[in-house]
Structures are given as C-alpha cells and as structure tokens.
T-cell receptor
Framework: DTAVSQTPKYLVTQMGNDKSIKCEQN?????MYWYKQDSKKFLKIMFS???????INETVPNRFSPKSPDKAHLNLHINSLELGDSAVYFC??????????????FGPGTRLTVL | AQSVTQLDSHVSVSEGTPVLLRCNYSSSYSPSLFWYVQHPNKGLQLLLKYTSAATLVKGINGFEAEFKKSETSFHLTKPSAHMSDAAEYFCVVIDMFSGGYNKLIFGAGTRLAVHP
C-alpha cells in the first residue's frame, strides 16, 4: 500500500552509462515531480508533470529525460552519466495543481552513485 | 522570487528539552509554508503546513510552528525532544507561477541531534 514508490533504491554505475529510475504513485494525484538532493542535503526540483504533460523543467541538462506514460508514473532516464550526477533522486506527487497549499508526497529516494 | 533561510545548519539538544529550529522566509505575496522531516536514509514526510489560516500550526509528533508576518519567520518548535526526533528538517515555501502551478522551494536544512 506504498503511496509513492521508486525503483531501484540504490544504483551504482560507471560514467558514460545510461540508466533509468522508475516512480509510481497510487494516490490518484494529477501532478508528479523529480527532485535532486546533493551531498550537502540540498533539495532542488528538476521536473514537474501534470497529467502526463511537462510543466516545470528547471534548466536540467538534456541528458535527463523524464517520461510519463500515464499520470500514475513518472520515470527518469539519464544518458551519458557524469560524476556530478551522483545524488539522491526523489519522486513526489501532489493532488490537482492550482490549489494553494497542496503538500507533496515523497518517495523513499534512489541513491545514484556514478563511478 | 520566494526563498527560505534556515538559520542553523545543526542543532543539538538533550532528550526532554525544548527544540527550536529557525526559518525565515522571503515572499512577494502571502506565502504557503511547510516543514518537512527526513530521517536517515528515508524520504521526506510532511510535519505541518501554513496556508494563511491560523498562525499557530500544529503538526505531527508534537511539533508546531508559528507564522509571524512582522518577523517573516516560521520557526518550528517542540516542547520536549525525543531520541526519535533526530533527523534533517527542511523549511519550505511554495513558489506560485503562471498557469496556477506551484513548486516547492527548500531551505538548506537543519540537522537535529538529540542526546540522552
């Protein structure tokens, strides 16, 4: 009965590889997000999708490509991984956009380590 | 642009003593503010939120926060710390933009340590 789930939990890979992280929410929310948390714990939004449509792209390199096959899923594909991509990536979801004060529900995170 | 500043990167308290985690915000309109908690190797959990209703907001696990417009502050408090409160705490403001969409702007976080 997990609300927001991510796979895998840990991902260790070599520089230059391509990898994907999957996210699913069973809350019936319209909006999903990807955040990056760096080694100093700083959290920053990367992308937001509302009903499968991209609404936020925070100047993320185009090596990062989110894909939303339906409103319950938002996957993150990363091409040509670099050392600086090492971080914890969090998926989140929130109810219908446009309502002030909507909280976001976070997944457990995926720790990506690029060697 | 909206922003939050968490004034302490680390706070250390003894079990049973009060907790105060400080947050100041900057906003060009009436803000919506949250506190999230992140336990080690876990995701983020909402502690409480302020959305222009009562200025004293009660959250889970005995935490509360008071919105003070005159001081642009939203400090998080708890009367008596428990060992399980040891975690990273994030103050968050909502940034609204065109189309009615919003995004969360996170502070840098405050690590709370609780000693026996």
């Amino acid at each position: 009965d997990t609300a927001v789930s991510q796979t895998p939990k840990y991902l260790v890979t070599q520089m230059g590889n391509d990898k994907s992280i999957k996210c699913e929410q069973n809350l019936g929310h319209d909006t999903m997000y990807w955040y990056k948390q760096d080694s100093k714990k700083f959290l920053k939004i990367m992308f937001s999708y509302n009903n499968k449509e991209l609404i936020i792209n925070e100047t993320v390199p185009n090596r990062f490509s989110p894909k939303s096959p339906d409103k319950a899923h938002l996957n993150l594909h990363i091409n040509s991984l670099e050392l600086g991509d090492s971080a914890v990536y969090f998926c989140a979801s929130s109810p219908r956009e446009g309502q002030v004060g909507n909280e976001q529900f976070f997944g457990p995170g995926t720790r990506l380590t690029v060697l | 642009a909206q922003s939050v500043t968490q004034l302490d990167s680390h706070v250390s308290v003894s079990e049973g003593t009060p907790v105060l985690l400080r947050c100041n915000y900057s906003s060009s309109y009436s803000p919506s503010l949250f506190w999230y908690v992140q336990h080690p190797n876990k995701g983020l959990q909402l502690l409480l939120k302020y959305t222009s209703a009562a200025t004293l907001v009660k959250g889970i696990n005995g935490f509360e926060a008071e919105f003070k417009k005159s001081e642009t502050s939203f400090h998080l408090t708890k009367p008596s710390a428990h060992m399980s409160d040891a975690a990273e705490y994030f103050c968050v403001v909502i940034d609204m933009f065109s189309g009615g969409y919003n995004k969360l702007i996170f502070g840098a976080g405050t690590r709370l340590a609780v000693h026996p």
